[in-house]
């Protein structure tokens, strides 16, 4: 018996270990994650990551009908938006008063159903680096207006407000992609530290059990400069029972984390580290991560593509697909053939061999893409421009992930041949390591997801409008100029 | 006797519901291929084989049994080998009720420069490569024919109602007549799809006449009124379609074309109309704004940033009903406005609620000239639209022209 067997209760929060890990440290398990009044979660599995409080391109009675998501990822910054005009006025979701049907600030503001667990963070994921850096009491923060500070008791209010299932308290982040030299990465510990004193602090002085579960963040920086911060999280706030899990932003602490802090296995682990495919889901997996929130596949149905892949792989994985389902055959060249045995993680639908496909999206699916439509729609639709066209991939591409992680439950719980780490070998070796780029033209930028690092990216979609005799190129629309258009700070 | 309200053909019957007994307002079914559907209706606009965001299972929970597909986006997207080879626009888009296209002819007009209309047909300059291309009546029906879709409309010649080159206009209404009998000709499944004529002649009402009774002689299964909606006074096209309904047989629909406006709509319907289509509700929810009883709210003013009612008081769609019902999302004005412009998901919701505007005014106005009460409805929409009675007149006087006086109190 490992001390990942036992349970994490708390008053709002049930958190079972259905199957942990069989040697000691820390392993892929199986789980229940359940909240007072939501729809629980067998772990592992994934949330979906919101924008602005919606699930990009899915309306909230489409998301009851045909998504699986039990979780949504909610970022403040997408809320407290100041409009130059009124600059003072209180941010309308701290406002919205709750109904029978929506019991928090947060399900009633964004109409998110009831049975879907909320989570809230300061910052989107990925999210935008700030110029500004952020400072002993407070952070920056990327609203559609422009960067803004957001400091430590706003955020605590925010979330005494809105009651979020689970909150991530702030943590000194950079959301850079250089690490931080060991000074920074100090500071950020000892940051992080004292705001996560200030949170429980201010928390256990509001009187009645908190609806809301804290998970803690853990720092993308290695295990000896925050080990004071990690060590009280164990030693004052675990026994209490104020501490219901952890927010992982680099899962290659987890086995530090279970050599150092046995304490803190039980906790529920929610991974914040946006891995970029399925075969990195399987490593954080095998690393003990409970729970993904997993941008990629809002941004894969916006480049128009199916996802593809199963748990555990086709048996007749090493066989070539069939041409139609290949996305790798039309960008291979003659002297990749042995790329071109790998089945191909998603579809791109936007590529012509689609055009009078009756096929589902992947075969064998039965979500509502693949059961009221096909592929030839969905490509008419990426080639329309057409929106209709991303919300189907985003029911699809939903689906598809949800069935991936209840392959890796079911294997996790099956006790002979093959296990779960045999089947995620044959995956690695089964499927292309990365997804395919997706030719199709995305949905128009919206300023508040992208900043331009430096300038001079490229445009990704062609201009809307050219000049009316044809010189093409020197007029565009401007919208299409990627973040450039409501950064006001 | 049953006959007398029944009128039917291959692909289509029509039945006289009911008539208003002060205005020429009626209430009708129209059975089509896939299935039936209530008149007046009003047909929101699916350009490119997909309502703007709603999945088919949504549009149809709106009520919506007929929608609107464009025949020149089709053509150039898909394409018409691709609508063979996939069995056609419903098999294409999911959606199993019906459909109506139009010609194409508008589009070549209002979306391309250099369009050149001769006997032939209309040539144009391809959107793809700018190479000269042709769209003859022979073309446009075999492009209808590959869609599929339960109504078809021939190939017109349009010119804006308000040209003051009357032998223009003229030839316009006869060379829209001749292409009416080579798309007769050239319709290849008049069994499972209706062809339906257009009225043509500008603001001339003389010349509509003539064209009345020049289509009339082709016996479609059902008329459209075109070339409104093209700029012209409110009056005017108030006056043509006066002058068009009074000449055409009770038995067959009646399609006022690119017509959307609420006002416009319950007007129309007062003067005997019976088929409406427009991109403006959804074109306009696009753009932040709710059409409501009241008029359009747009969504996007600072004044609905922290109003947490719904979209409109009392609107049964799926956005706005009560939040103890089925279905209900308890969606606040708060949520659109935060989202307006911003997420997709905005534009789907006001697409929705208006949507369901447009349809359920019909519903109303069918349910009123159903129990005859149909003027008291008009006025009261009018009274809603201008609590101040401040009544646009060219409204007051349509009105007063089949019996209903909007100024009596």
Redesign the interface.
């Known amino acids: 018996m490992t001390a990942d067997t036992q349970n994490s209760d708390s008053a709002a929060m049930r958190f079972e270990i259905l199957k942990g890990a069989l040697k000691d440290g820390v392993a892929a398990r199986v789980g229940r994650l359940a909240f007072a009044g939501r729809q629980p979660m067998e772990t592992p599995n994934f949330i979906a990551t919101t924008?602005?409080?919606?699930?990009?391109?899915?309306?909230?009675?489409?998301v009851n009908k045909h998504l699986q998501t039990a979780g949504a990822y909610m970022a403040l910054e997408d809320?407290i938006e100041r409009?130059q005009?009124?600059a003072k006025?209180?941010p309308?979701?701290y406002?919205?008063?709750t109904?029978?049907?929506?019991t928090t600030r947060l399900h009633?503001?964004?109409?998110m159903p009831q049975s879907v667990t909320t989570v809230l963070a300061a910052r989107r994921i990925p999210a935008v680096p700030s110029p500004m850096g952020n400072t002993n009491a407070s952070i920056s923060v990327f609203t559609?207006t422009g960067f803004q500070v957001l400091t430590t008791k706003e955020y605590l209010s925010a979330v005494e407000a809105l009651t979020p299932d689970i909150a991530i308290p702030l943590a000194d982040l950079t959301h850079s992609t250089i690490t931080p030299n060991s000074k920074r990465a100090l500071r950020m510990a000892e940051r992080t530290d004292e705001w996560m004193v200030e949170w429980f602090s201010s928390l256990s002085e509001s009187t009645s059990p908190p609806r809301t579960s804290t998970f803690a963040p853990v720092l993308p920086i290695s295990y000896s400069i925050q080990w004071e911060y990690i060590s009280r999280l164990a030693e004052d706030y675990l026994p209490t029972g104020q501490l219901s899990g952890l927010a992982i932003y680099d899962p290659d602490l987890l086995p530090d984390l279970a050599e150092h802090c046995p304490d803190l296995l039980p906790l529920p682990r929610l991974s914040l580290s946006n891995p970029p495919t399925p075969h990195h889901i399987l490593r954080q997996i095998a690393l003990g991560v409970d729970v993904f929130a997993l941008p990629f596949i809002n941004a894969l149905s916006d480049a128009g593509l199916a996802l593809s892949f199963s748990f555990p792989p086709p048996a007749s994985s090493l066989s070539p697909p069939p041409p139609s389902s290949s996305s790798s055959s039309e960008t291979g060249t003659e002297g990749e053939r042995t790329t071109n045995k790998l089945l191909p993680l998603a579809i791109d639908l936007s590529h012509p061999s689609h055009?009078?496909s009756?096929a589902p999206l992947s075969p064998g699916c039965t979500c509502?893409a693949c059961t009221?439509?096909?592929r030839?729609?969905v490509?008419?639709?990426l080639?329309?421009r057409?929106?209709?066209?991303?919300?189907?991939l985003q029911v699809h591409n939903h689906a598809v992930v949800s069935s991936f992680f209840a392959g890796v439950r079911a294997a996790l719980l099956n006790d002979g041949e093959p296990t779960f780490d045999d089947a995620a070998r044959r995956f690695a070796l089964a499927y292309e390591p990365d997804f395919p780029e997706g030719a199709a033209e995305r949905?128009r930028a919206?300023g508040?997801q992208y900043k331009s690092v430096g300038g001079g990216e490229p445009k990704r979609n062609k201009p809307a409008w050219g000049k009316?005799e044809g010189e093409e190129g020197t007029k565009s629309d401007e919208s299409e100029q990627v973040g450039e258009k409501s950064v006001g700070a | 006797m049953a006959s007398n309200k029944t009128f039917t053909s291959p692909a289509l019957s029509f039945e006289l519901v009911a008539r208003c007994s002060v205005t020429r307002a009626r209430a009708s079914i129209l059975t089509l291929p896939h299935g039936s559907v209530n008149l007046p209706i009003f047909m929101p606009v699916a350009t490119q084989a997909s309502l703007k965001g709603l999945t088919p299972e949504q549009l149809e929970a709106t009520g919506c049994r007929l929608c609107l597909n464009n025949t020149y986006h089709l053509g150039l997207k898909p394409g018409q080998e691709v609508l063979d080879a996939v069995g056609g626009a419903h098999k294409l888009q999911g959606w199993n009720r019906n459909i109506l296209t139009d010609s194409g002819g508008f589009q070549m007009v209002s979306l391309l420069k250099l369009a050149n209309i001769t006997e032939e047909g209309v040539r144009f300059l391809s959107p793809h490569d700018g190479s000269p291309m042709l769209l003859t009546p022979e073309h446009s029906m075999s492009l209808q024919n590959s869609i599929g879709s339960d109504i078809m409309m021939q190939l017109d010649d349009v010119i804006v109602t308000t040209s003051p080159d009357k032998a223009r206009m003229r030839e316009a209404m006869e060379r829209s007549v001749r292409w009416l009998d080579r798309c007769i000709a050239a319709h290849k499944n008049p069994h499972t799809q209706n062809l339906f004529c257009i009225i043509q002649g500008g603001l001339d009402l003389d010349m509509r006449r003539e064209c009345c009774r020049e289509m009339l002689a082709r016996d479609t299964p059902g008329i459209a009124i075109g070339g409104l909606s093209g700029g012209e006074a409110k009056d005017d096209f108030c006056r043509v379609v006066a002058a068009c309904t009074e000449l055409l047989p009770d038995l067959k629909p009646r399609y006022v074309m690119g017509i959307g406006y609420p006002e416009d709509l319950i007007v129309s319907v007062a003067l005997g109309a019976d088929m409406f289509d427009c991109v403006w509700p959804t074109r306009t929810a696009r753009f932040g704004n709710a059409i409501t009883k009241h008029g359009v709210l747009n969504m996007k003013r600072e004044m609905y940033a922290a109003d947490f009612g719904p979209i409109e008081d009392g609107c049964g769609c799926p956005c706005c009903r009560p939040i103890e019902e089925e279905g209900a999302m308890g969606i606040t004005r708060a949520f659109v406005h935060h989202n307006a412009a911003k997420e997709t998901v905005a534009a789907h919701l006001l697409t929705l609620h208006n949507v369901w505007y447009q349809l359920d005014l019909m519903r109303g106005a069918r349910e009123a000239i159903i129990e005859d009460r149909f003027p008291g409805f008009v006025r009261g929409f009018f009274g809603n639209l201008y609590p101040d009675r401040n009544y646009p007149s060219w409204a007051v006087d349509a009105l007063k022209g089949v019996g209903i006086d909007l100024l009596e109190s």
């Open positions: 924008s602005r409080g919606a699930i990009p391109h899915i309306t909230p009675d489409n809320f409009p005009q009124y006025r209180t309308p979701i406002e919205a008063p109904t029978t049907k929506h009633r503001f964004t109409a559609s055009a009078t009756l509502y009221a439509h096909h030839a729609f490509h008419h639709l080639a329309a057409e929106m209709l066209g991303w919300m189907l949905p919206r508040y009316l």
